[in-house]
């Protein structure tokens, strides 16, 4: 016998990874240069030279245990400092190495976190569009997932929608910015707003809500966009970041969590995460990239890849008649499906070649998410098909 519910999660995959999995057996087929895959998140910008450099150096001049073997189980105390070092540097957050646990990536980070604060019952709102994992973290914490619609057009939080859907059972709030799928980053004003709802509905509940900041993409923006950093608008904030996005090391399954100093209870609750993390078996992240980490702290990948594959791709299908949504942050553009059906839509575009992500299962029906974290010549090589497809619609 085994799990039903495991099974079913294991018998198919997310629609992202479907996709995924139908690019290669297509690019095998007919060549990668004739697939335009736009279906996952995974970073095509070179990691920052300092990386690769650190790595050589570790590995030629740092004793083998120190690199291979185990670390504490919540992380080495001494990536642990740099890392609050830099959050208090860069955001004046007032943490310590005590309110960092090392994680393999945000997947580990949300999910500890949620594990850590969930009892069997407790709600979790989301904010949609959201990214579709979510779902599966909170019902495997025994949480219920509760999803707030956005404002249309724009996709910030829709704040008077997000109050309707606090209850008494109310137990976190995730917050993903900038956005996976949208790539919209939430202004302040959106997060000066949630956070005096959540000031209310905590003396309401008389109970911490808490606010779980998901941020693989904070160091992925444009323009000279801000990102508010959630502790300092909100006591009851949790951190979960990863360095997958931000220093392109998503094979490499490294990140962390941070807990508010601020936080009711903030070292109870550290702890519940620490025995959250013994309780799922994630102790004592990859020991390499922690050393990695803590001597390359500050670095950051070339953003302006990124832009510049947004600048032409927004241009151009804006062009060609598609709605998209002005991504701020993250290296994915939203647009409107050409028919109300997305899977219609995405079959449509796969008849050109073309692999995009339905958003259904992100919380939003009829768009699509491409992910244009790729070669800019694949983008521009698109841009017929995109421009065929659109004027097929037309007729």
């Not at 709802?197 to 905590?202: F, T």
């Not at 969590?257 to 702890?271: F, T, W």
């Not at 090589?381 to 097929?392: D, G, S, T, V």
């Amino acid at each position: 016998m085994f799990n039903e519910k495991m099974y079913a999660l294991g018998s198919k995959r997310s629609i992202i990874r479907e996709i995924f999995e139908y690019c290669k057996t297509r690019a095998a087929k007919i060549g990668s240069d004739k697939v335009f895959d736009f279906s996952i998140g995974n970073p095509s910008v070179e990691p920052p030279k300092e990386i690769s450099d650190t790595i050589c150096d570790l590995i030629k001049n740092e004793s083998a245990v120190l690199l291979h073997g185990y670390t504490s189980a919540q992380g080495d105390l001494g990536t642990r400092e740099a890392i609050a070092s830099d959050i208090n540097n860069r955001f004046g957050a007032g943490v310590s190495a005590n309110n960092i646990y090392m994680t393999c990536g945000a997947a580990a980070s949300l999910t500890i976190s949620l594990r850590a604060l969930f009892n069997e019952g407790d709600e979790c709102i989301v904010f949609a569009p959201f990214f579709t994992e979510y779902r599966v973290f909170i019902e495997n914490a025994g949480g219920k997932v509760v999803v707030s619609v956005p404002e249309e057009k724009t996709f910030q939080i829709n704040v008077s929608d997000f109050e309707k859907r606090i209850t008494e059972k109310t137990r976190a709030v995730i917050i993903n910015s900038p956005n996976n799928p949208s790539g919209v980053v939430y202004s302040e004003e959106t997060i000066k707003a949630v956070c005096d709802v959540l000031n209310k509905k905590e003396k309401e509940y008389s109970h911490p809500i808490y606010l779980i900041a998901d941020e693989p993409y904070r160091e992925l923006v444009f323009d000279d966009i801000k990102v508010p950093y959630l502790m300092n608008y909100y006591n009851d904030t949790i951190v979960c970041y990863s360095y997958s996005k931000a220093l392109s090391l998503p094979g490499e399954r490294i990140g962390y969590i941070a807990v508010s100093p601020k936080a009711e209870d903030s070292q109870n609750v550290y702890l519940a995460i620490c025995g959250a993390g013994r309780s799922l078996g994630y102790v004592c992240a990859p020991s390499l990239f922690q050393q990695v980490i803590k001597k390359t702290i500050g670095a950051k990948v070339d953003v302006n890849i990124y832009k510049e594959n947004r600048d032409i791709l927004y241009g151009a299908l804006s062009e060609y008649g598609y709605e998209c949504v002005q991504p701020d942050g993250a290296f994915y553009l939203f647009v409107k499906a050409l028919e109300d059906d997305a899977y219609k839509f995405f079959e449509k575009a796969k008849q050109k070649e073309i692999l995009v992500v339905p958003c259904d299962d992100f919380g939003v029906s009829g768009y699509v998410r491409i992910a244009y974290c790729v070669d800019k010549q694949r983008i521009v090589n698109a841009l017929p098909a995109f421009k065929a497809l659109a004027e097929e619609y037309k007729k």
